[in-house]
């Protein structure tokens, strides 16, 4: 057997060819507990596992935060419920779907607890190459039979060039040690936090 290390003190940027990598970085998640999913500002959801922990931020001392973080960003999304015959999706169809498939849900629903059991546990996290659209797609397989499909964005052939702002990641997990991030395109990065970077006591 094999056996590997990997520093989480330390940064990383990878690519396509290092799709291993990418899934060992995604190790410290499974196991996590989920807790609730959040719609954020611009509409993102963010899906919270592992201990809830206070806000930083004085402002925000009530709001309680996972330990981890997945952020969805604007990518398209599926998550096939465990607790119940029902499928969500966002940004896979085009409003309204074909012959009034679906409806749409409130922000207060998504959020409601109901789809993803709470307290059921990661069981895989999976990335994969999506070639379609030369990105990265991340599986997670929750304990109560919950699956949640993320995709990459799809890039948009008249999108206007941006230079100087920085590229958006298709998804993102915030980890207690750092921040994992994929896109767009087909590289990935992982930035520790300031408190775990080597000579700092975390």
Do not use: C
Request: charged share 20%.
């Amino acid at each position: 057997m094999t056996v590997n290390l990997i520093d989480l003190r330390q940064a990383q940027k990878q690519s396509a060819d290092d799709l291993p990598g990418l899934h060992a970085y995604l190790a410290p998640l499974v196991g996590e507990p989920f807790r609730f999913a959040r719609v954020s500002y611009g509409d993102e959801l963010t899906l919270h596992f592992g201990d809830l922990r206070p806000a930083k931020s004085p402002k925000l001392k009530k709001q309680l935060y996972g330990a981890y973080l997945l952020g969805l960003r604007g990518s398209p999304w599926i998550l096939k419920s465990g607790s119940a015959a029902q499928l969500l999706t966002a940004g896979v169809l085009t409003p309204p779907g074909p012959n009034g498939l679906g409806k749409p849900l409130r922000k207060e629903e998504l959020e409601s607890g109901e789809f993803i059991e709470p307290e059921s546990r990661v069981m895989a996290a999976t990335p994969f190459v999506v070639k379609s659209v030369n990105g990265f797609g991340l599986e997670l397989r929750m304990s109560d039979g919950s699956v949640l499909l993320i995709l990459p964005t799809i890039p948009e052939p008249d999108e206007p060039d941006e230079q100087g702002l920085p590229e958006l990641a298709d998804w993102e997990i915030l980890f207690p040690r750092g921040l994992l991030s994929a896109g767009p395109g087909l590289k990935w990065s992982f930035e520790p936090s300031a408190a775990s970077s080597p000579g700092r006591i975390p």
